[in-house]
C-alpha cells in the first residue's frame, strides 16, 4: 500500500496531540532549510542520560554524559521517504558551548527521552575533547540522517 507525501504531512500534524507540550513540531520543505528558533532556558534538565549509551539506542558513550547535563529542548519533524535531512544547532553566542543529538523512530512512536526504549539511529555532536587534525571546531553542532525507506521520525535535542 502507497500512502502519499501529503497523507503522511497530515498524518504526522495531527499526532501532535500526542506529543508532550515541550515538544516543537517542524513542518519541512523539500530540498529547502528551514530555521527554527529555540531557548535553552525553556528546556529541562534530564537527570538519566543512561538511554544514550543503551546499544539500542547508541547514542554517546557514559563518558560524554556532563556534556548533556544542561537543559534540553525537543523538535519533531517528518524526514521525506528517500532522504537526508542535515542538521545545525548554532549559538546566538560564538562561544557558548552546545552538545546536540537527534534520533529518528517510525511515526507511530512517540517517546521522549528519558523514556526512550529503541531508536532507529541516533547521532552526537560536541565540543572535541581535543583537538583534531586539519580540522577546526566552531560552536555549530552538525548530524546528518539518511532515510532510504518511507517517513520516519525525528527527534533534535540540543
Known sequence: MCIDNNA???????AQSQWPAEVKIV????NDSV?????????????DLSWASNSSNA???????????????????????????????KPQDEQADLSMYAYM???????LVPDLPKCITCE???KWDRPWKNRVQTSQRKVEFNNPTNGHLIFLSA
Open 8 to 14: 503522511r504531512i497530515s498524518a504526522f500534524i495531527m
Open 105 to 111: 523512530s517510525v511515526m507511530s512512536e512517540h517517546y
Open 124 to 126: 552526537a555532536d560536541y
Open 27 to 30: 513542518t519541512g520543505k523539500s
Open 35 to 47: 530555521i527554527v528558533r529555540g531557548d535553552l532556558a525553556s528546556g529541562r534538565i534530564i537527570d
Open 59 to 89: 547514542c554517546f558513550v557514559a563518558l560524554q554524559n556532563a556534556k548533556f547535563r544542561g537543559n534540553h529542548v525537543f523538535f519533531a519533524t517528518l524526514i521525506p521517504p528517500h532522504s537526508i535531512m542535515y542538521i545545525s544547532v
